[in-house]
């Protein structure tokens, strides 16, 4: 297997919130090496600081101390890919309006950059729905209209913040196959965020268990399965129950 260079190298951050009459540490001493092109999973119980660190990674948010190394240069703000929790559109934009929104903000041609989103409202499935508004799709549909727009913003950087988290159980499981299709065919590297075990190891190529007062790296698992990946096999069952018998996450 060839080795992956590193993409992004996050060396001791640590982040504390302080407030007229408490203080709290978040995260100490996190230090992970990103792989160009891999899809990386960041595993931890919520509120444990898994956002935080994302939006420290997105610009976000600054860190205490520590810092985070792009290695082919810091993206500038708003070119960096990022899937929020909720879905985050303009809802009197059309698909097209808010997938497209990112380079037009940039001043690219307007013949251009929709030549540019309707590529990617191809890649997630929409084509048909570009001139639909928000409220006239499902919440499937809206999670693809923002994946959609971040992969839009041509970065080949994509942070992804429990994208799947408020879809029912079964969207939630088309999504994964869904964002699994477009990560192969169109390679980036690709930071995942969730506190569910399951999608970790459907999904991740790594994954770094974050836990602890204040929360730190606990543990990296690589999981040795073959993909597309099988939530009912044996391999899988069992590096689930070794996940969840270090952590607190929830059974």
């Not at 160009?36 to 956002?51: A, D």
């Not at 810092?67 to 909720?86: N, S, T």
């Not at 690709?190 to 790594?206: H, K, S």
């Not at 602890?212 to 993909?227: F, I, N, Q, W």
Request: aromatic residues 8%; contains cysteine.
């Amino acid at each position: 297997m060839a080795v992956l260079k590193d993409k992004i190298k996050i060396k001791n951050l640590s982040k504390t919130f302080y407030q007229k009459d408490k203080t709290t540490e978040v995260l100490k001493d996190v230090t992970i090496d990103v792989k160009e092109n891999e899809f990386l999973v960041l595993l931890g119980p919520g509120q444990c600081g898994k956002t935080v660190l994302l939006n420290i990674m997105a610009g976000l948010e600054k860190p205490t101390s520590g810092a985070i190394e792009f290695v082919d240069g810091k993206p500038k703000m708003g070119d960096l890919g990022i899937v929020f929790q909720r879905y985050a559109l303009f809802p009197w934009k059309t698909v097209m309006g808010n997938v497209e929104m990112n380079q037009k903000l940039k001043g690219v041609n307007k013949e251009i950059r929709r030549k540019n989103a309707q590529k990617y409202i191809d890649l997630v499935g929409l084509q048909g729905f570009e001139k639909s508004i928000p409220k006239q799709l499902s919440g499937g549909m809206k999670q693809r209209v923002g994946i959609a727009r971040a992969y839009a913003s041509e970065s080949d950087i994509m942070l992804l913040d429990e994208p799947f988290g408020a879809l029912d159980a079964q969207t939630r499981y088309s999504m994964e196959d869904e964002i699994l299709k477009i990560w192969e065919k169109d390679k980036r590297t690709v930071i995942f965020v969730t506190n569910n075990v399951e999608e970790a190891i459907y999904l991740g190529d790594r994954i770094i268990l974050l836990g602890g007062h204040p929360t730190g790296v606990k543990k990296e698992y690589v999981p040795d399965l073959p993909r597309p990946r099988n939530y009912t096999d044996d391999a899988f069952l069992k590096l689930r129950n070794e996940i969840v018998a270090n952590t607190d996450l929830a059974l």
